[in-house]
């Protein structure tokens, strides 16, 4: 509706917008990159919502957004690129009750939210139905630390690439030891450029002493005790068709 309004600096009171019959949100706001803030549309009916594909992207002079935490997400299946580049964006309001049975991809949800430094406790969604978490925390580089997301049910995760890429300020993860990776296919570049992390994530260490003949999925490479893993490169695996091999 507004997409690509960059010019725009504020908007007209939209509070009392009837929303009671709309389905998608996606790309509502995408690319104002000049709204300073915007109107209190925390009371719009979502009921019926399936889509909140991009609504915010690009909004990059946006400091705060509107109480969105009652939005009703019953029905919502798509949260990609929901704040993706809101790089001003200090805190985000509390969402961690949003309902997120019916999500299937969360991909790019908080890529390049640069300034956030804390998030909602978010460690109770449900991601039951989740396929992709691509780049979703991609380059909130001020993030010290993350919600305890170690609970998420991630057995139909497909894909997690550059997922904490360039979290460079977080000091710690949760332990991700015992997420369900059946289904998962890649996790490129998952743990890349964690540059101030304190202690390394459960049973993840550093490539280099020892030499594996194994071929293994390259989550079970990340997993492996026996094999060490580096955060800030890739350079530690060899990639052969779906499978890597560590290697010094």
């Known amino acids: 509706m507004f997409k690509d309004c960059s010019l725009l600096t504020s908007l007209p009171d939209t509070s009392k917008w009837n929303t009671n019959k709309l389905e998608s949100f996606d790309r509502m706001f995408e690319g104002c990159s000049s709204l300073i803030s915007l109107p209190d549309i925390s009371k719009w009916f979502t009921d019926d919502v399936k889509l909140f594909y991009s609504i915010f992207k ?6 705060s957004l509107p109480d969105i935490s009652k939005w009703n997400t019953k029905k919502v299946r798509s949260l990609i690129s929901m704040l993706e580049g809101c790089s001003s964006l200090i805190s985000l309001p509390d969402i961690s009750k949003w309902n997120t049975l019916t999500v299937n991809s969360m991909d790019n949800f908080l890529k390049g939210c640069s300034s956030l430094n804390s998030l909602p406790d978010i460690s109770n969604w449900n991601t039951n139905n989740v396929y992709c978490m691509k780049s979703m ?3 909130c580089s001020s993030l010290t630390s993350l919600p305890d997301i170690s609970k998420w049910n991630t057995n139909k995760v497909e894909n997690m690439e550059y997922m904490f890429y360039c979290c460079r300020s977080l000091t710690s993860l949760p332990d991700l030891s015992k997420w369900q990776t059946s289904n998962l296919q890649s996790v490129y570049k998952i743990f890349d450029n964690l540059l101030s992390l304190i202690s390394k994530p ?4 550093k490539i280099g002493e ?5 071929y293994k999925t390259e989550w079970e490479c990340l997993t492996d005790p026996s094999i060490e893993y580096i955060y800030t490169d890739i350079y530690g695996f060899k990639h052969l068709k779906n499978k890597i091999v560590a290697y010094d």
Do not use: A, I, M
């Open 58 to 63: 690009g909004c990059s002079s946006l400091t």
């Open 137 to 139: 925390f991609d380059g």
């Open 202 to 205: 459960p049973n993840v260490y």
């Open 210 to 214: 020892k030499r594996t003949e194994k």
